[in-house]
C-alpha cells in the first residue's frame, strides 16, 4: 500500500541552523513528491514539488528538497533557518487510483520549533 | 485570488446537531476533497469528487455525507455530530490527477460538546 513516514514528530532548532526534515515513501511506480506547510491556525501552502528531472527541487521561502529513489526518500532542507519558518510541515505523494486514500496521500506531518 | 474558501471559520456543536460545511473554490479544479486534521493523525480523507457528479468515500467517511453541488462547490454535512467529529477540517482542490498540487482552504474549526 502507498504510504508516507515523517519519522520525526517534534524538532527544534536554533535560528540560523540548517535544517533537515525526512520523508520516505512507500510507492511503486514513479512518485509525485510534495512538501507542504501549514502556520498556526492556517491551511496547507505547497513549499515545492518534484515530478522528474533534476532531483534536487527549490521551493519558496529558500527550500529544497532532494530526491532519492534509491533511499525512496524526499527530504526538506535549508540552510538557515529563521523565526517565522516555526510551523508544521507535511511530505506528501501524489498517486493515481489512491482509492479511499485519494490522489495524494500525507504524512503524519513534523512540527518545527525555532529556538532564539 | 480567493482560491478555496471555507465557511464558517469557528463553530460549535451540541451532540446531536447537524450542520454543513461550505466549500467554494474559484479556480476551476475538476477535483476537490474534505480532510479533517487531530493532533498527530495528520490529514484523513474523508471524500473526495474527482470530477463535477461524482463522489468518493475516503478513509473516515462515517458520520458523513458530501454534495458536489457544481463544478466550483462541495459541501461537508455531519447528519448528528458526535464528540468524535470534533477536528479541524479542511477542503482543497487541484485541477485533477497525481501530478497536480491541491490549494487548501483555511479550515473549520469544529467542537462537538
Known amino acids: 500500500a502507498q504510504s508516507v513516514t515523517q519519522p520525526d514528530i517534534h524538532i527544534t532548532v536554533s535560528e540560523g541552523a540548517s535544517l533537515e526534515l525526512r520523508c520516505n515513501y512507500s510507492y511503486g511506480a514513479t512518485p509525485y513528491l510534495f512538501w507542504y506547510v501549514q502556520s498556526p491556525g492556517q491551511g496547507l501552502q505547497l513549499l515545492l514539488k518534484?515530478?522528474?528531472?533534476?532531483?534536487l527541487v527549490q521551493g519558496i521561502k529558500g527550500f529544497e528538497a532532494e530526491f532519492k529513489r534509491s533511499q525512496s526518500s524526499f527530504n526538506l532542507r535549508k540552510p538557515s533557518v529563521h523565526w517565522s519558518d516555526a510551523a508544521e510541515y507535511f511530505c506528501?505523494?501524489?498517486?493515481?487510483?489512491?482509492?479511499?486514500?485519494?490522489?495524494?496521500?500525507f504524512g503524519k506531518g513534523t512540527k518545527l520549533s525555532v529556538k532564539p | 485570488n480567493a482560491g478555496v474558501t471555507q465557511t464558517p471559520k469557528f463553530q460549535v456543536l451540541k451532540t446531536g446537531q447537524s450542520m454543513t460545511l461550505q466549500c467554494a473554490q474559484d479556480?476551476?479544479?475538476?477535483?476537490m476533497y474534505w480532510y479533517r486534521q487531530d493532533p498527530g493523525m495528520g490529514l484523513r480523507l474523508i471524500y473526495y469528487s474527482a470530477s463535477e457528479g461524482t463522489t468518493d468515500k475516503g478513509e473516515v467517511p462515517n458520520g458523513y455525507n458530501v454534495s458536489r453541488l457544481n463544478k466550483r462547490e462541495f459541501s461537508l454535512r455531519l447528519e448528528s455530530a458526535a464528540p468524535s467529529q470534533t477536528s479541524v477540517y479542511f477542503c482543497a482542490s487541484s485541477r485533477e490527477g497525481a501530478r497536480t498540487e491541491a490549494f487548501f482552504g483555511q479550515g473549520t474549526r469544529l467542537t462537538v460538546v
Open positions: 518534484y515530478f522528474s528531472g533534476d532531483t
Open positions: 479556480m476551476n479544479h475538476n477535483s
Open positions: 506528501a505523494v501524489g498517486v493515481d487510483h489512491g482509492g479511499s486514500q485519494g490522489n495524494l496521500i
